[in-house]
Nanobody, 128 residues
Framework: QVQLVESGGSLVQTGASLRLSCAAS????????MGWFRQAPGKEREFAAA????????YYADSVKGRFTISRDNAKNTVYLQISSLKPEDTAVYYC?????????????????????WGQGTQVTVSS
């Protein structure tokens, strides 16, 4: 089993930046591609960004390209999401996910069809 704990969510003003963190524990040798998803009030969960196990390959949703940066530190079993120029429409609960399958690519995580471990989420609220 893998446990994921997100942190870094906050109430911020439009234009601010945030860095979200997701720390993994448990069977960390089973952690492969990882990603960030978000769910705004009353909306479906959507994909934001994903990164391969090595960190070499990354993939972003079109809606966040240029403002979101995903990275990971495998020595710390942690994945990060740097968000800049925050907008009110970025308000959501942000979830970290870790693919259960070694063959899952960051692009595949973007389909929301992959089998993942999930964290509990961290709230990001952007005031206008």
């Amino acid at each position: 089993q893998v446990q994921l704990v997100e942190s870094g969510g906050s109430l911020v003003q439009t234009g601010a930046s945030l860095r979200l963190s997701c720390a993994a524990s448990g069977r960390t040798s089973s952690i492969y591609a990882m990603g960030w998803f978000r769910q705004a009030p009353g909306k479906e969960r959507e994909f934001a960004a994903a990164i391969s196990r090595s960190g070499i390959s990354v993939y972003y949703a079109d809606s966040v390209k240029g403002r979101f940066t995903i990275s990971r530190d495998n020595a710390k079993n942690t994945v990060y999401l740097q968000i800049s120029s925050l907008k009110p429409e970025d308000t959501a609960v942000y979830y970290c996910a870790a693919a259960r399958n070694l063959l899952t690519t960051p692009q595949a995580m973007g389909t929301l069809l992959t089998d993942n471990y999930w964290g509990q989420g961290t709230q990001v609220t952007v005031s206008s």
